[in-house]
């Protein structure tokens, strides 16, 4: 037999072969997922855990979706919007993914949400950006964020902080679009029942000196509204402890997330009882929730004692996005029509409660207020005080009073007098 007539038979045997198989080579066909976080600036150590957080989800489904093979594309940012989009881009015209999971960071999720608009035949799937303006307004729609957002995960903590006794407080923030969500989340409901924010700080992202912040907080308030995260957050409570600052902290979603609680320091023991909010608690007593954290320690040695915020939020995302890979068995053809319909169908119950989203495609959930305590350990984590359900972009508002307010700014809300 002729060496054409050899490759040919051999052909022949290895098709026979895969049909015999029922086609198993199709199930290994690869499918490319990229995945931002930012591995660089402020927010390093919580975009490292926002990897693991997808790593984990992928894990779970050991590997493959929709009957394909899934390997993540990773990119790295620092943060800022020019350079997530630039790492965006990356991953879609240079490495060619076909879903796109991330950002991690507020202004981040605004402009790949804007970048989105420009790549009508891919899927964009939030990591745990929050700012409002990422699904509201002006949505893309091939953008989906199964998480809730900044202002959602800050309802109740005004009411808390009154009960409190916080009826002055003096605000730190960082200047972007996820603490001006924060911020309005917080003060929506504090100002409308009697709570009064008397000044606002707002400093740059990234700020390492806080010195003339800490010199203009009024001595007479009752407590501080500190909306930082990461090192941002680390560097002011270093820096207030060593100006012998006393005053009670109501802290943002990342403000004592784990990603900033176990820093070392003798301020550490002040943030003992610090009223904080988000989307997930460490104290979750539920099945999910408990599976979730020994998933998560099983896995990671090197990761936190419990997940922080970011990779529980880029874990529900990566779910999702493989969830509905899923439900299409892989198909992506026409636009990806069939698979963002299933997107906008996806539904399940996430370590800390269902996970769904509205026609915005933005989350619909549960927030937590909570409390920072010590465990037996040693260690801190963040305790259940009391939960509010199937909260909505609106705030528990009407539409139309919460348009009249509009959006989060450096002065929207505003209760000073």
Same mark, same amino acid.
């Given at each position: ?22 086609? %198993? ?9 990229g995945?931002l976080?930012?591995?660089? =600036? ?16 992928l ?5 493959m979706? =929709? ?18 989009? @630039?790492?965006?881009? !990356?991953?879609v ?14 202004d ?10 420009t ?17 509201w $307004?002006?949505?893309?729609? @091939? ?11 800050? %309802? ?24 001006y ?23 740059p ?46 802290g943002?979603?990342?403000? %004592? ?20 909010? $988000?989307?997930?608690a460490?104290s ?8 979730? %954290? ?29 969830? $509905? ?21 996806? !539904?399940f ?8 989203i ?24 963040n ?24 959006? $989060? ?9």
């Open positions: 037999m002729s060496k054409g007539k050899k490759s040919f038979g051999r052909s022949i045997v290895a098709a026979a072969a895969l049909v015999a198989l029922g086609g %198993v080579a199709y199930a290994q066909e690869t499918l490319k997922i995945l976080a930012s591995l660089e =600036g402020p927010f390093a150590a919580p975009g490292q855990d926002g990897m693991r957080g997808a790593d984990l989800a894990k779970e489904k050991n590997g979706a =929709g009957g394909k093979k899934i390997e993540f594309v990773k990119v790295s940012s620092d943060a800022t919007p020019d350079k997530a989009v @630039n790492s965006t881009r !990356k991953a015209e240079q490495d060619k993914v076909q879903i796109m999971i991330g950002p991690l960071s507020g981040e999720g605004i402009a790949v949400k804007n970048y989105a608009k790549q009508p035949n891919i899927t964009f799937i939030n990591g745990s950006s929050g700012a409002q303006a990422a699904t $307004g002006d949505p893309a729609p @091939n953008f989906y964020r199964f998480n809730t957002e900044g202002a959602q995960w800050m %309802v109740g903590l005004g009411e808390h902080a009154l009960a409190k006794g916080y009826k002055k407080t003096f605000l730190i923030a960082e200047d972007y679009g996820f603490p969500s924060q911020v309005q989340g917080f003060m929506a409901s504090y100002c409308a029942k009697g709570g009064k924010v008397v000044d606002k700080a707002w400093v992202l990234g700020t390492k000196d806080y010195a003339s912040v800490i010199a203009k907080i009024p001595k007479d308030v009752d407590a501080l509204v500190v909306v930082l995260g990461g090192s941002d957050a680390v560097n002011f409570l270093t820096q207030y402890e060593q100006a012998g600052g006393d005053k009670p902290m109501v943002g979603s990342i403000t %004592v997330d784990q990603t900033v609680l176990n820093f070392k320091g003798k301020r550490r023991e002040s943030l003992l009882g610090t009223a904080s909010a $988000g989307p997930m460490d979750i007593d539920t099945p999910e929730w408990k599976k979730f %954290v020994a998933d998560y320690k099983a896995n990671f040695k090197d990761g936190f004692p419990s997940p922080s915020l970011f990779a529980y939020l880029y874990y529900i995302n990566t779910k999702a996005a493989l969830d $509905g890979l899923d439900a299409v068995k892989g198909d992506l053809s026409g636009g990806q029509k069939a698979y963002r319909d299933a997107l906008q169908k996806t !539904k119950n996430g370590p800390a409660g269902v996970v769904q509205d026609g915005n495609r933005n989350g619909v959930g549960t927030t937590y207020i909570t409390e920072v305590t010590k465990a037996p350990d040693g260690s801190y984590y305790k259940v005080v009391k939960s509010v359900p199937n909260i909505t972009q609106t705030l528990g508002l009407p539409e139309a009073e919460f348009k009249k307010m509009g959006l $989060g700014t450096r002065d929207v809300p505003d209760c000073r007098k």
